[in-house]
């Protein structure tokens, strides 16, 4: 056997479109391999004995090259080659991706009589991230039931489902759309997109971490990841305001939102 390699990427990945090429030291090529589907390039003819330049390349990775000495058995074992993605940023393997509502939450915080924080949490949400080979193409879409939000104060919670806030009835879905992806960083993304809200769309952005890939004990596989953003109510039309002394109002102004989002690879499965 000449070559074999695992081209994989830092997640332990198949990247099923690399091409390794290996070279003499003159430069020549000698041998040219694609992987398969599960990251493999192999080829069977034997190398004469000598050093050799192996190189992996795969379309939105960062090139890799290493020297391989073969001597007599007349083959190359590359063993596994990891591929960071171009200019080093990382997001899972592509494919459509599901929120897990199950493992996931969809937080918010507003500052309380300017000296402390009232956190909430929407309980109902779905969603879809589609991972692109380019990874600038990638989508994230997203669905929350406005009137599943929980403060654990049912008085204010029905406050903040009425007219004054929410207006649930009149709009009972608040939607995210992705408009573009800008890498920020080796594992740090600003996701670009458009939330309607109260009937009102304004663009907001997510800086958003990936946090990584794994199996879970159900047979499929996750991805992580967690965003955040700033929103000001006034944008969405939400400007009821409640002022208890000079300059202090009861409701801050400006909501904090965190996300902490587990998906599963393809679709959820029923249960």
Sequence with gaps: MGLRAQVRTRDGWAVQ???VTVTDMTGTQVLRAS??????ARTYEPLPAGAYTVIVTAVGYAPSAS??????SGRIEAGNVVLARQGGVELPPPGSWSLDPAHSSVGATAQHLGIS???GRFTEFSGRIDIDEDLARSRVEAVIDAASID???GMRDKHLCSPDFLDV??????????TGLVPAGPDRWTVQGELTMHGVARRADLDLTYLGTGPDPWGGVRA????TTELRREDFAMNYNQVVQAGISAIGTTLRVELDIQAVQG????V
């Design 35 to 40: 992987a398969d589907e599960e990251g493999t």
């Design 17 to 19: 479109h690399a091409v």
């Design 67 to 72: 020297t391989a000495l073969v001597t007599a």
């Design 169 to 178: 009835d009149r709009f009972p879905e608040i939607t995210y759309r992705s």
């Design 224 to 227: 992580a990841f967690r965003a």
């Design 267 to 270: 679709e959820i499965p029923a």
């Design 151 to 153: 403060t654990g104060n």
């Design 117 to 119: 924080s009232v956190r």
